[in-house]
């Protein structure tokens, strides 16, 4: 069944030029892509974006680094797109994702992790609405 997630490539994979790269990955996996945007992330939307982390010890270094430069934001559709994208990033750490997935390839530490994938479908589309907007919800263009 078609499903939509989202991608974010976070400011480490912007900087280091791997924009590119992530996107390549999804299309080759056979992702649509519905829409995309590049912005900057402030302090509260970040701290909103992340907000049932709050309270966690790397809280506010991940605020920190998600707001430190301008972030890609993806929304993909595919079947079981969630689950799909979420062996396609690996696991949040760098260090213990498989070789070929984007975060065992490129990510370097598990706050500097390249990408964040939505979690599951209810995630998805609660991260959907807060960067597109509740008429993105419905389908892809
Ligand atoms: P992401 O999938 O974007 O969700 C929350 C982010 O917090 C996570 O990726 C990591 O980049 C970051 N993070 C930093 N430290 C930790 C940690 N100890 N456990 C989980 N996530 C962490």
Redesign the pocket.
């Known amino acids: 069944m078609s499903e939509r997630t989202l991608l ?1 490539v ?1 400011p480490d994979g912007v900087a280091r030029g791997l924009v590119g790269e992530v996107i390549a990955r999804v299309e080759a996996r056979g992702f649509r892509l519905c829409a995309i945007q590049m912005l900057r992330l402030d302090d509260e939307r970040a701290g909103e974006f ?1 907000a049932i ?1 709050r309270g ?4 506010r ?2 605020v920190e ?2 707001t430190s430069g301008p972030v890609v934001v993806v929304l993909l559709e595919a079947d079981r797109a969630v689950q799909g994208l979420r062996e396609l990033v690996g696991v ?2 760098p260090a213990k994702a498989e070789i070929g997935t984007v975060r065992g390839d490129m990510g370097t ?5 390249v ?3 939505s ?1 599951s479908p209810e995630t998805a589309r609660a991260e959907i609405g807060f960067f597109f907007g509740p008429r993105a919800l419905s389908g892809c263009a």
């Open positions: 974010i976070k992340y982390h966690k010890p790397f809280y270094p991940l680094f998600m949040t750490d530490t598990i706050q500097a992790n990408v964040h994938a979690d």
